[in-house]
């Protein structure tokens, strides 16, 4: 069973900065890709950005250059960070974390970020 964890939302001002984390637990073989994705009210969900297990990153232009995801290994963990500066209002949005491993994808349940303006 695998288990995802984040923490790290909130609410900041504009043009400050969170940082979210990711963990995952459990049985997970062969992980492909480790990511961020957000939800906004009446919106689809959208990549944020995500990282591969070979250390690729991939990001929304929307966030290029605000945004930086990284990813780190500990025994049976495996964890992303996603740094975020500059935040926007529009950065506004609940954010998932996804994990694709062995043909699978799971989802975290999200974390609230609210960048008042």
């Known amino acids: 069973q695998v288990q995802l964890v984040e923490s790290g939302g909130g609410l900041v001002q504009a043009g400050g900065s969170l940082r979210l984390s990711c963990a995952a637990s459990?049985?997970?073989?062969?992980?492909?890709?480790m990511g961020w994705y957000r939800q906004a009210p009446g919106k689809q969900r959208e990549l944020v950005a995500a990282?591969?297990?070979?250390?690729?990153?991939?990001?929304a232009d929307s966030v290029k250059g605000r945004f930086a995801i990284t990813m780190s290994r500990d025994n049976a963990k495996n964890t992303i960070y996603l740094q975020m500066n500059s935040l926007k209002p529009e950065d506004t949005a609940v954010y998932y974390c996804?994990?694709?491993?062995?043909?699978?994808?799971?989802w975290g349940q999200g974390t609230q970020v609210t960048v008042s303006s």
């Open positions: 459990g049985s997970i073989f062969n992980i492909n890709a």
């Open positions: 996804n994990l694709r491993y062995s043909g699978l994808i799971s």
């Open positions: 990282i591969t297990s070979g250390g690729y990153e991939n990001y």
